[in-house]
């Protein structure tokens, strides 16, 4: 009778040692950025009862004993268990632990250069051009895909012919126009989402060899903005003609003028206001006619290019 007895403790033992160690679901991420926090959940369901425990370099925000905890780590690295034992009414409890970690602290990008690569035997229009993007500090965290690379024709961010993510240098073959590519590269960091972009724009003298027009280094959207797209009139013009455009907000801006092989003919200071702006095009040189384009900046950032015909 004792033996029997002693069989149905040890019974009831085993079953509640492999009740306890069921699965109570725990949702979350495998590692916590130093620093940071993240969340911990179980299934919402009846329940008499949770208590939550952490080990290694965690702690605990807030109560224990809900569905989720926010969990967090001040350290720099280590690893550790989130726990949960969870009491069913009318059910036997479970208990789950899910293993964490700390990520090593992510290097986040300040800047951005970029500068162009010489290709032997290339620099004339429809030749390729190469340019390769550092990251400042030069330890910031990146990948390959973190590298969003676009060419384009003209207005900056139209006329698009190429795009590329394979990583921090790329070479990209030009079309075979005598004037305006522009290079625009968009760096996405890995850390927080932050995003850093560079523009340079590209033309070339008589003798084919590359120079930059214009560069700017931006965090997210440039400033000021022109809304919607300039337009000359009338165009074709004989001796005269004006640049119309919507700008965002007031700035002085430098208004330059080319002909086809990139040497510049004209150039003024205007002060763009917010709303409705006309910039009269009438000092142009009388010897200077045909096919013309324009570049709208502010300091080193391009607001707009465009083309124009003098009769």
Request: glycine fraction near 10%; hydrophobic fraction near 35%; aromatic fraction near 8%.
């Amino acid at each position: 009778m004792k033996n029997l007895i002693y069989l149905f403790l040890f019974a009831g033992l085993l079953l509640s040692s492999q009740t306890m160690n069921a699965q109570c679901g725990i949702t979350g991420p495998d590692a916590i950025n130093s620093g940071s926090t993240a969340t911990y959940s179980i299934p919402i369901t009846l329940v008499s009862g949770i208590f939550w425990t952490v080990t290694g370099p965690f702690t605990i925000n807030g109560g224990n004993t809900g569905t989720s905890i926010n969990v967090g780590t001040t350290a720099s690295s280590g690893s550790g268990s989130v726990c949960v034992t969870r009491f069913l009414t009318g059910a036997p409890p479970c208990c789950e632990c899910k293993p964490i970690s700390i990520n090593s602290p992510c290097a986040v990008a300040t800047g951005l250069s970029v500068s162009q690569v010489e290709i032997p035997g290339e620099g004339c229009p429809g030749d390729d051009i190469k340019f390769i993007a550092t990251l400042i500090p030069s330890g910031a965290a990146s990948s390959s895909s973190s590298f969003f690379w676009e060419a384009g024709t003209g207005t900056l961010g139209t006329n698009i012919f190429f795009t590329s993510t394979t990583g921090n240098m790329v070479t990209i073959p030009t079309p075979a126009i005598n004037f305006g590519v522009w290079v625009r590269v968009t760096f996405t960091s890995p850390c927080d989402g932050s995003q850093i972009t560079r523009i340079t724009f590209v033309t070339w003298e008589s003798d084919c060899e590359f120079f930059k027009i214009r560069s700017n280094e931006v965090g997210g959207t440039a400033k000021p903005q022109l809304l919607g797209e300039p337009n000359v009139f009338p165009n074709p013009f004989s001796n005269s003609a004006e640049l119309r455009f919507e700008a965002s907000t007031d700035a002085q801006a430098q208004l330059n003028v080319f002909n086809v092989t990139g040497q510049a003919i004209h150039s003024q200071t205007v002060q763009v206001v917010k709303g409705q702006n006309t910039i009269e095009l009438n000092q142009l040189p009388n010897d200077q006619k045909g096919l013309l384009y324009y570049h709208l900046s502010v300091g080193e950032e391009i607001l707009s290019t465009g083309k124009m015909i003098r009769q």
